[in-house]
């Protein structure tokens, strides 16, 4: 079964640029959705199709995919954006997660 | 605005059943596929299965089958989850999570999640 791999853990400082990565098999040639989840809270859609973002979603948020991996990159991170942070991908019509990354701003 | 409003939370014994429900409003209801998506305590999301709001067709993975039902009911709105002989691995809590019509839109609105708990 096809599988996305997330670290566990990313930190960065307030005003920093976190990256946060996701990689799979040739995930570059599949769409790529990433969700932030807070704690106690239900998961929010912050880039879908890859690279675009919900209407909602602060420009800071932005992403990129090629090759085996998938990139959500938060620039000017902010201390709200401390969350945790999955991607999303199909294979064969079936959705996959990744682990999921803790963000932490600090 | 879209909002999906499920069902309360579930205490079950170890072998029975639990359906959770899910009221959509605020969208055309038949227009939008809906997934069902659980995460157990301190753990990941993962991904349950899909309905098609139309025409009820389902998708479940492979671990998932056998043992779990997606169904819906246009015009109530709602969507159902029931999953069957319930194992103290099967506390999580659980979330609708509405489809995006365009391929690769994900999940774009979701639910407030409903907790399951199991038992022995």
């Known amino acids: 079964s096809y599988e996305l791999t997330q670290s566990p853990s990313v930190s960065v400082s307030p005003g920093q640029t976190a990256t946060i990565t996701c990689s799979g098999d040739?995930?570059?040639?599949?769409?790529v959705c990433w969700y932030q989840q807070k704690p106690g809270q239900s998961p929010v859609l912050v880039l879908y199709?890859?690279?675009r973002r919900p209407s909602g979603i602060p420009e800071r948020f932005s992403g990129s995919s090629s090759g085996n991996t998938a990139t959500l990159t938060i620039s000017g991170t902010q201390d709200m954006d401390d969350a945790d942070y999955y991607c999303?991908?199909?294979?064969?019509?079936?959705?996959?997660f990744g682990g999921g990354t803790k963000l932490t701003v600090l | 605005q879209v909002q999906l409003v499920q069902s309360g939370a579930e205490v079950k014994k170890s072998g029975a059943s639990v359906k959770v429900s899910c009221k959509a409003s605020?969208?055309?209801?038949?227009?939008?596929?809906m997934h069902w998506v659980r995460q157990a305590p301190g753990q990941r999301l993962e991904w349950m299965g899909w309905?098609?709001?139309?025409?009820?067709?389902?998708r479940y993975p492979q671990k998932f089958q056998g043992r779990l039902t997606i169904t819906r009911d246009t015009s109530a709105s709602t969507a159902y989850m029931e999953l069957s002989r319930l194992r103290s691995e099967d506390t999580a809590v659980y979330y609708c999570?509405?489809?995006?019509?365009?391929?690769?839109?994900?999940?774009?609105?979701w639910g407030q999640g409903t907790l399951v708990t199991v038992s022995s």
């Open positions: 999570a509405r489809d995006g019509i365009e391929p690769g839109n994900g999940g774009d609105a």
């Open positions: 605020g969208y055309g209801f038949r227009a939008f596929g």
């Open positions: 309905i098609n709001g139309d025409n009820g067709n389902t």
């Open positions: 040739e995930l570059g040639d599949r769409y």
């Open positions: 199709q890859s690279t």
């Open positions: 999303q991908t199909w294979d064969r019509s079936l959705v996959v």
